[in-house]
C-alpha cells in the first residue's frame, strides 16, 4: 500500500463530524411538531416489589418481637445483641461510621433510581401531530439493538462497503466500515449520508450524532 492509500486510511472522521451534527439537526427536525419528547420512564414493579417484601418481613418481625416482650416474653437473641452493641460502641466507632455510610450510600441509590427514567436501550420517537378531534397522541420508541440492525442493513447497500457495525448509543451513533473497493473518501460520502438518511427515518425525537469510519479490508490491502 502507498503512502497516499496509508494516508487515505487514516484520515479522521472529524470533516465528516460537521456536515453530520448539520445534517443530524437539519434533517431531523424538518417537519417535527413542536413539543419536547421526553424519554421512556421504566415502571420498575420487580425492585420496587423486592424492596416492599423486604422492608414488610423487617417491620413484621420487629413488631412481633416488641409484641411477645410487650407480653412478658423474652426478646430475640438478635435484638438484644444489636441493643447492647449500639449502646456499648461511642458514635465514632468504626463500625457505626461504616454502618451509617453504608445505609446512607443505599438510601442516595434508591433515591437517584427512583428519579431516573431507566429504559435506557429505547429511544424515543418524534409524536404524530394530532389530528383535531383525535385522543391522546400514542407514544413511540424504538430499541437501540433494532435501530442499529436497520442502519447496519442501510450501510451494506453502499457501494463498496465489505461488511459494517454500526453502534447506536442514547447521544452518538458509531458507525465502522471496511471498504474493498472504491476509493475511501467516496465510500465514507455515501455512507455518512446513507446513514443520515437513514437516521431521519427512524423518527427520532433526539437524533445522535453520527460518527462514521471506513477503512480498507487486509484482503482488499493485499
Request: glycine share 12%.
Amino acid at each position: 500500500m502507498n503512502a497516499d492509500q496509508k494516508m487515505r486510511q487514516s484520515t479522521s472522521a472529524s470533516a465528516y463530524g460537521a456536515r453530520a451534527g448539520a445534517g443530524a439537526g437539519s434533517g431531523a427536525g424538518d417537519g417535527d411538531p413542536p413539543g419536547r419528547v421526553r424519554r421512556f420512564w421504566s415502571e420498575r414493579r420487580v425492585p420496587a416489589g423486592i424492596v416492599a417484601l423486604v422492608i414488610a418481613a423487617v417491620s413484621g418481625l420487629l413488631l412481633y418481637d416488641v409484641a411477645a416482650v410487650r407480653s412478658g416474653r423474652r426478646a430475640m437473641r438478635w435484638r438484644d445483641w444489636l441493643a447492647d452493641e449500639l449502646a456499648s460502641r461511642p458514635l465514632d466507632n468504626a463500625w457505626i461510621v461504616g454502618g451509617a455510610a453504608l445505609l446512607a450510600a443505599l438510601g442516595v441509590g434508591m433515591v437517584v433510581l427512583a428519579m431516573a427514567p431507566g429504559l435506557r436501550g429505547l429511544l424515543p420517537m418524534r409524536a404524530p401531530e394530532p389530528e383535531s378531534g383525535a385522543g391522546a397522541v400514542v407514544r413511540a420508541g424504538i430499541d437501540r439493538t433494532s435501530a442499529g440492525l436497520v442502519l447496519r442493513d442501510r450501510a451494506m447497500e453502499v457501494p463498496g462497503v465489505r461488511s459494517a457495525r454500526v453502534d447506536v448509543g442514547r447521544r452518538r451513533i458509531r458507525a465502522r466500515a471496511l471498504a474493498h473497493f472504491r476509493d475511501l473518501d467516496e465510500v465514507r460520502a455515501d455512507l455518512d449520508a446513507a446513514l443520515h438518511e437513514g437516521i431521519r427515518q427512524l423518527g427520532l425525537a433526539r437524533p445522535p450524532a453520527l460518527s462514521v469510519h471506513v477503512r480498507r479490508s487486509a484482503k482488499s490491502k493485499g
